[in-house]
Nanobody, 126 residues
């Protein structure tokens, strides 16, 4: 599966952005999907994940209550709605996929992802 993320940009603190990740080559419903991010000078970290059918979602503590992950399998697309953005949310955001036969809980680690898309940069100004 190929993943293409878009929607990044520059936003002021307190603002919102929505990232999208389009899957091609195989239907998105074959995969759990997730978002990771890599802040400048730091390691990649888990942000959110959603089960292949959308029945369960998982979030990093740092984004709970502010970010929402969702998916539209008919469009082979997963979304990350980011509200109340903070400067510390500045990072390159990556879309990832994990075969749905895997345990989604392992996707909270970057080692759990099977496929990666290219990142999209989100910059939050103070």
């Amino acid at each position: 599966v190929q993943l293409q993320a878009c929607g990044g940009g520059l936003v002021q603190a307190g603002g919102s952005l929505r990232l999208s990740c389009a899957a091609s080559g195989r239907t998105a419903s074959s995969y759990h999907m997730g978002w990771f991010r890599q802040p400048p000078g730091k390691e990649r970290e888990f942000v959110a994940a959603i089960r292949w059918g959308g029945s369960s979602t998982y979030y990093a503590d740092s984004v709970k209550g502010r970010f929402t992950i969702s998916r539209d399998n008919a469009k082979n697309t997963v979304y990350l709605q980011m509200n109340s953005l903070k400067p510390e949310d500045t990072a390159v955001y990556y879309c990832a996929a994990q075969s749905r036969g895997s345990t989604i809980a392992t996707m909270t680690s970057s080692r759990g992802a099977d496929y990666w898309g290219k990142g999209t940069l989100v910059t939050v100004s103070s």
